[in-house]
């Protein structure tokens, strides 16, 4: 059964300090990663694909299969990245669907 | 048109009462699904439409009901809920394939 736990509840930081969110995932298969991010009362945006390996609003993130791991990264925190964020993993080429992580809330202090 | 749209926006309906959530998109997706939100909680997978055919059903109580008419439309019906039903429904579509979902904005439900 495929799994993606997020360590961190919340995690804050002070504006301008890097940024790191933690994912793990558990998938016997070929992984689909994703990072979602859920801005105060919004609807839930699609941030990132490991498949893509872009950049977007300055967070990357790597897929490590040997770590099986999927870690968010940003250099500089801005207060507009203050959110709530979702690992998520898809699979089941017939029946696809993603499986979330219980997400992670960042908080940047100005 | 890159959007998955809901309606209606905001709920409250009785116990006793019939009600139905509407999803739309435009972008050729043949996945469709419902996701449950609690606050500050993840989605939780509710159904998954495949090709307009019901694919998955988490053991949803049956006093949810969803109906994909077409290739464009989800809809989620509701009677007999439960207070504790009260959450953000999200719909979402995706390329059957993979590569992510579009989610819409949700209906935020109240069951009094």
């Known amino acids: 059964a495929q799994r993606v736990t997020q360590p961190e509840k919340l995690l804050s930081v002070f504006k301008g300090a890097p940024v790191e969110l933690k994912c793990n995932y558990s998938?016997?298969?070929?992984?689909?990663l994703f990072w979602y991010v859920q801005y105060s009362r919004q609807r839930l945006q699609l941030l990132l694909r490991?498949?893509s390996r872009e950049s977007i609003k300055g967070f990357t993130a790597d897929l490590n299969k040997g770590e099986t791991s999927f870690h968010l990264k940003k250099p500089f925190a801005q207060e507009e990245d203050s959110a709530m964020y979702y690992c998520?993993?898809?699979?089941?080429?017939?029946?696809?669907?993603?499986?979330f992580g219980k997400g992670t809330k960042l908080s940047v202090i100005p | 048109d890159t959007e998955v749209t809901q309606t209606p926006k905001h709920l409250v309906m009785g116990m006793t009462n019939k009600k139905s959530l509407k999803c739309e998109q435009h972008?050729?997706?043949?996945?469709m699904y419902w996701y449950k939100q609690k606050a500050k909680k993840p989605p939780e997978l509710m159904f998954v439409?495949?090709?307009?055919?019901?694919?998955i059903n988490e053991s949803v109580p049956s006093r949810f009901s969803p109906e994909c008419p077409n290739s464009s439309l989800l809809n989620l019906h509701l009677h007999a809920l439960q207070p504790e039903d009260s959450a953000l429904y999200l719909c979402?579509?995706?390329?059957?394939?993979?590569?992510?979902?579009?989610f819409g904005s949700g209906t935020r439900l109240t069951v009094v």
């Open positions: 979402a579509s995706s390329p059957r394939q993979g590569g992510g979902y579009t």
């Open positions: 998938y016997s298969g070929s992984p689909e």
């Open positions: 490991h498949i």
């Open positions: 998520a993993l898809g699979s089941g080429a017939g029946s696809y669907q993603l499986t």
């Open positions: 972008m050729g997706h043949r996945a």
């Open positions: 439409y495949s090709y307009e055919k019901l694919s």
